[in-house]
């Protein structure tokens, strides 16, 4: 393995990386740095979340700018408020025997005037987050014109969050012989499609395999009903008694429910979600990052590229609905060269999203049992006992009181003594599971095989139920259309008016669901249906509206209507290749139950 000089670092900057405990690079490290400092084309850099990715771009960017000019020079775009920050502290220690560098972040959810302030006296690194970017270059602030360097740290999730007109609108304010370096821990799709827009005659370095998880990452799921979810979570929590993890929850609105839930049931745990100020994240972060919050229930966005010590445990109690998402979760964990576990919470129906990751990362889920309270009260018992062992006395400060000690406890047996300190530190879990409810065997869901069984289970998978107080609605954009949570709310916020409030997203290759206050959702149909996205005309209605309500086309039998309705709206993606066509790829996209439409498709072919 090579040395940090052997790469060509300088020496100011290995000074500084020596005192933050960098001995030997880091594989990404190692592979990328001398790339860059001896070429200037465009880089792609898959590497997984915790090898180092940071100094890999990081200090390139320092050994390439100019000290004597306070112009912005090199700039990082991240997704989040929280990677932006900690992307900026890292590059400043990188940076702390170099003279005359100056490195500022820029993110939304802020004030601006500090921002605007420390723009104006010059710098030569910018890290900011899209939004507030373009914010203050339509300002007059922010001068991309001297940009030689851009950076996109977990490209994929910026495109995901609807920044892409805010990075387009970036790059074409930037010089045209500047060079792209993009660092993502997958090659997905969207990176791709990133690559082939922004980056030229690229280079990509991969450290490991393309697409793999975590190496020091054991991945675990556990079967239950969906309404033993939170139950199940606490005796898993219960049976790792240092457990040190991040929950991940798929909405806001569960994150903070979860959060309160186990605050209230004694649990050190903090939220982490969209809604939450800036001071708010900031300090719920640093009690974490110190180890004084144990548990940190989190929403995917908010948890984007958090750089955490000593994680033990990822925890999914929703699995996501991108497999990339599953990824950046489980790479909070295992960082370093430690080993690290992530868990899910599934229920049956999600049973196919476990096969699913198992064959995009290449490593097998282990299911394992529900511990039993029997169980979790022999781990309980083992971290009291070895707490007691492991006590550091100091003599010389309890001495004075030890004389009151033993007089207090002179007629109190050894053995009887022991119990009762035992007892103090453990009687909670003995109390709890001595009546603690007994989760129920998972059902397997009915397969089915009588005529109209296979229609049936489709209705019932895929009408999902909203949460209580939402609507579930169906919009006929997805993926494809490039609409993704933040094209969805843009959209909502410029057509409905105001901050439209929305619950969980479900989003496909070609279609989307998404959930609404109910008071709200006849509002938003009605807005939303008629206009038109991208050159497409949008399709919004009630998600659970049955075929029956559906006025028969001509020519169609109400049979037929059915299960054209069902087959168009509700078809999963990801047909594997070789299959017929679906309803859906044979109709097109829009659900339109006009004469004119019905006429357009093409008819069912009969069975001879």
């Not at 939304?108 to 507030?132: F, H, N």
């Not at 990824?327 to 868990?343: D, E, N």
Request: charge should be neutral; aromatic fraction near 8%; proline fraction near 4%.
């Amino acid at each position: 393995m090579k040395t940090f000089e052997e790469l060509g670092v300088s020496g100011e900057i290995r000074k500084a990386i020596e005192e933050l405990g960098f001995v030997q690079p880091m594989p990404v490290q190692e592979a990328v740095i001398p790339y860059l400092l001896e070429n200037k084309n465009d880089v792609i850099a898959l590497a997984q979340t915790g090898t180092g990715k940071t100094a890999a771009f990081g200090i390139p960017l320092l050994m390439r700018i100019d000290t004597t000019r306070r112009s912005p020079q090199a700039l990082v775009l991240s997704p989040t408020r929280e990677l932006c920050l900690q992307i900026t502290d890292d590059i400043r220690d990188f940076a702390k025997y170099m003279d005359g560098v100056h490195v500022e972040a820029v993110y939304g959810g802020a004030s601006i005037e500090p921002q605007m302030r420390a723009l104006k006296k010059g710098v030569q690194i910018i890290v900011a987050t899209p939004g507030r970017l373009v914010d203050l270059k339509n300002r007059g602030v922010a001068d991309l014109s001297g940009i030689q360097n851009i950076v996109l740290d977990e490209a994929d999730e910026m495109l995901n969050m609807g920044f892409s007109e805010n990075i387009s609108e970036i790059f074409e304010s930037i010089a045209e012989n500047h060079s792209t370096l993009m660092f993502s821990a997958t090659m997905s799709r969207e990176v791709e499609r990133v690559a082939k827009k922004y980056l030229h005659d690229y280079q990509e370095i991969v450290v490991g395999s393309r697409n793999e998880g975590a190496e020091n990452v054991n991945h675990i799921y556990y079967m239950v009903n969906a309404k033993d979810k939170y139950l199940a979570l606490k005796r898993i929590v219960d049976y790792y008694p240092r457990i040190f993890a991040i929950i991940f929850c798929r909405t806001k609105v569960e994150t903070q429910e979860i959060a309160d839930k186990l605050i209230k049931d004694g649990y050190n745990a903090e939220s982490l979600h969209g809604d939450l100020s800036q001071p708010q994240r900031d300090q719920t972060m640093q009690k974490f990052r110190q180890h004084l919050t144990q548990l940190l229930v989190a929403t995917d966005v908010a948890a984007r590229g958090l750089d955490v010590d000593d994680l033990t445990h990822v925890i999914n109690f929703g699995l996501p609905d991108d497999i990339e998402n599953y990824t950046h979760r489980s790479g909070r964990t295992g960082r370093a060269g430690k080993k690290g576990t992530s868990i899910s919470i599934v229920h049956s129906r999600e049973k196919f999203k476990i096969r699913n990751i198992e064959k995009e990362i290449g490593k097998q889920f282990v299911e394992a049992q529900i511990p039993s309270a029997e169980e979790i009260c022999k781990k309980q018992l083992y971290k009291v006992m070895d707490q007691i062992v492991k006590t550091d006395v100091d003599d010389e400060e309890i001495a004075p009181f030890m004389q009151d000690i033993n007089r207090y406890f002179e007629y109190i047996d050894k053995d009887e003594l022991i119990k009762k300190i035992v007892s103090l530190e453990f009687g909670k879990f003995l109390a709890y599971y001595a009546e603690a409810p007994e989760l129920e065997p998972v059902k397997p869901e009915k397969s089915g095989k009588s005529g109209n069984s296979g229609y049936q289970s489709d209705k019932q998978k895929l009408q999902n139920k909203a949460q209580k107080g939402y609507k579930r609605l169906f919009i006929n954009l997805g993926k494809r259309d490039g609409f993704y949570p933040g094209e969805l709310m843009q959209t909502l916020n410029r057509f409905v008016g105001g901050r439209q409030e929305v619950g969980h997203i479900d989003l496909l290759d070609t279609i989307s669901y998404f959930e609404v206050p109910e008071k709200d959702a006849k509002k938003v149909m009605i807005q939303l249906t008629g206009i038109r996205h991208k050159g497409r005309t949008v399709r919004c209605n009630d998600a659970d509206e049955k075929p029956d309500s559906i006025e028969k086309p001509k020519g169609k039998s109400k049979r037929q209507t059915k299960d054209d309705w069902y087959s168009l709206m509700h078809t999963s993606e990801g047909r594997s290749k070789g299959k017929k066509k679906t309803s859906r790829e044979l109709r097109g996209p829009e659900p339109d139950f006009s004469e004119e439409g019905w006429a357009m498709r093409k008819p069912r072919k009969k069975k001879k």
